[in-house]
T-cell receptor, first 112, second 110 residues
C-alpha cells in the first residue's frame, strides 16, 4: 500500500520568508500527486496536482508554486509567505482515475 | 463550476444516537468518495460509490448514492466516541479531480 511522507509536521515562519514543503511517496510508481490546503475548521482546497514528472497544474492562483523533480517527490514552495498562507497543508497521492486519495500526515504552517 | 455542498456543518449527538450527513452536487457525478478526518489528523478514505442507487455498509456506517448520482449520504447507527471527527464527501465528474464537500464535524457526547 502507499505511504506518504510529509515534513515538517509543524512550521512557524515570518511573513515574507520562503517556504519549502516536501512530500515523498512509497509503495507505488507514477502516482498522481496533490497539494491541498485546509484552513482551521474548514474544507479541503486543492492547490496543485501532478500526473507526472515536471507536469504541474494549478487550481488556485496565488503566491505558491509546486514542482515534481522526481516521480515520487512533490514540493510546495513560496518565495514570500503571506499571513493568509497559514493553514494545514496536505500532500496526497492516488493511482489511476477513480482511485481514492492517500493523504500524508500534513504540515501545520503558521505565518506570523 | 462544480460544487459539492454538505450538511449539516456541525452535529452534536449523545453517544448511542444515530447521525447522518448529506452531500449534494450541482452536477452529475461519476463517483463519490467519503473520508473521515479525526481531530488533528489527516483525511482517511472510507469508501467509494459508483453506481446509481448504490448502498454500501461498513459495520455501523451506511453509505448511499442517489439515483440521479447527484447526492449521497452517510449514516452512522448508534454513535460511539470513536466516531468523532469530520466527515467529507468528495465527488468526481469524468476524469476531473475530486471536489471535496465542506465537511460535517461530528461531536459525540459520552
Amino acid at each position: 500500500s502507499q505511504t506518504i511522507h510529509q515534513w515538517p509536521a509543524t512550521l512557524v515562519q515570518p511573513v515574507g520568508s520562503p517556504l519549502s514543503l516536501e512530500c515523498t511517496v512509497e509503495g507505488t510508481s507514477n502516482p498522481n500527486l496533490y497539494w491541498y490546503r485546509q484552513a482551521a475548521g474548514r474544507g479541503l482546497q486543492l492547490l496543485f496536482y501532478s500526473v507526472g514528472i515536471g507536469q504541474i497544474s494549478s487550481e488556485v492562483p496565488q503566491n505558491l508554486s509546486a514542482s515534481r523533480p522526481q516521480d515520487r517527490q512533490f514540493i510546495l514552495s513560496s518565495k514570500k509567505l503571506l499571513l493568509s498562507d497559514s493553514g494545514f497543508y496536505l500532500c496526497a497521492s492516488s493511482g489511476e482515475y477513480n482511485s481514492p486519495l492517500h493523504f500524508g500526515n500534513g504540515t501545520r504552517l503558521t505565518v506570523t | 463550476g462544480q460544487q459539492v455542498m454538505q450538511i449539516p456543518q456541525y452535529q452534536h449527538v449523545q453517544e448511542g444516537e444515530d447521525f447522518t450527513t448529506y452531500c449534494n452536487s450541482s452536477t452529475t457525478l461519476s463517483n463519490i468518495q467519503w473520508y473521515k478526518q479525526r481531530p488533528g489528523g489527516h483525511p482517511v478514505f472510507l469508501i467509494q460509490l459508483v453506481k446509481s442507487g448504490e448502498v454500501k455498509k461498513q459495520k455501523r456506517l451506511t453509505f448511499q448514492f442517489g439515483e440521479a448520482k447527484k447526492n449521497s449520504s452517510l449514516h452512522i447507527t448508534a454513535t460511539q466516541t470513536t466516531d468523532v471527527g469530520t466527515y467529507f464527501c468528495a465527488g468526481q465528474t469524468g476524469a476531473n479531480n475530486l471536489f471535496f464537500g465542506t465537511g460535517t464535524r461530528l461531536t459525540v457526547i459520552p
